[in-house]
């Protein structure tokens, strides 16, 4: 069946800009994950959505971003005002229940901020 | 919260040889154990998992050994291939609420051959 699939897959935008991030799960998985990479680096927890709700926001790394999720299915990221610390690759998790089932991830955002 | 460390970062064999990368924990709470492989341009693929009511796991060429006394998994690749070559990812995470993997920082694995 498909997997997860994120959009777009690339991104540049310009420092000071919003950009949207999408996900789409695999049918039928009702938790969702946001994860950061940075290059080189390993995967940074950003948020996670169990249907609808995000239980666990801590790891949002300021209040330029947040995380919506409608239907219990897609989810989309938003990053607002841009700064080019934001560059990084965002991927992607979901799994069919929260805990420790496991998490399938999406091929990633790359967003660059110049 | 929990802490997991990866050693080596990097990490070059001979084709035909074994892998072997280590991962420790400090989270005694954590119960389960999985190894992601990602390929450059890709996210993250499960190859294998544990939890903790096992010590060993074996999948082919690959196998996962857990020690939780000593708080520490490692991944073993026998036979390496060219195409074993990847980062490779540890993770914990406990059964409960609010449980979410904490990662490594990821080892790049080279198989030379």
Do not use: M
Request: aromatic share 8%; glycine share 10%.
């Amino acid at each position: 069946g498909a997997g997860v699939s994120q959009s777009p897959s690339n991104k540049v935008t310009e420092k000071g800009k919003d950009v949207e991030l999408r996900c789409d799960p695999i049918s039928g998985h009702t938790a969702l994950y946001w994860y950061r990479q940075s290059l080189g680096q390993g995967l940074e927890f950003l948020i996670y959505f169990q249907g609808n709700s995000a239980p666990d926001k801590s790891g949002l790394p300021s209040d330029r971003f947040s995380a919506e999720r409608t239907g219990g299915s897609v989810s989309t990221l938003t990053i607002q005002r841009t700064q080019q610390e934001d560059s990084a690759v965002y991927l992607c998790a979901s799994s069919l229940v929260q805990g420790t089932d496991t998490q399938y991830f999406g091929p990633g955002t790359r967003l660059t901020v110049l | 919260g929990e802490n997991v460390e990866q050693h080596p970062s990097t990490l070059s064999v001979q084709e035909g040889d074994s892998a072997v990368i280590k991962c420790t924990y400090s989270d005694s709470a954590s119960n389960y154990f999985p190894w992601y492989k990602q390929e450059l341009g890709k996210g993250p693929q499960l190859i294998i998992d544990i939890r903790s009511n096992v010590g060993e796991k074996k999948d082919q060429r690959i196998a996962v050994t857990l020690n939780k006394t000593a708080k520490h998994f490692s991944l073993h690749i026998t036979e390496t291939q060219p195409e074993d070559s990847a980062v490779y990812f540890c993770a914990a995470s406990y059964t409960g609420a609010n449980s979410k993997l904490t990662f490594g920082k990821g080892i790049t694995l080279s198989v030379r051959p």
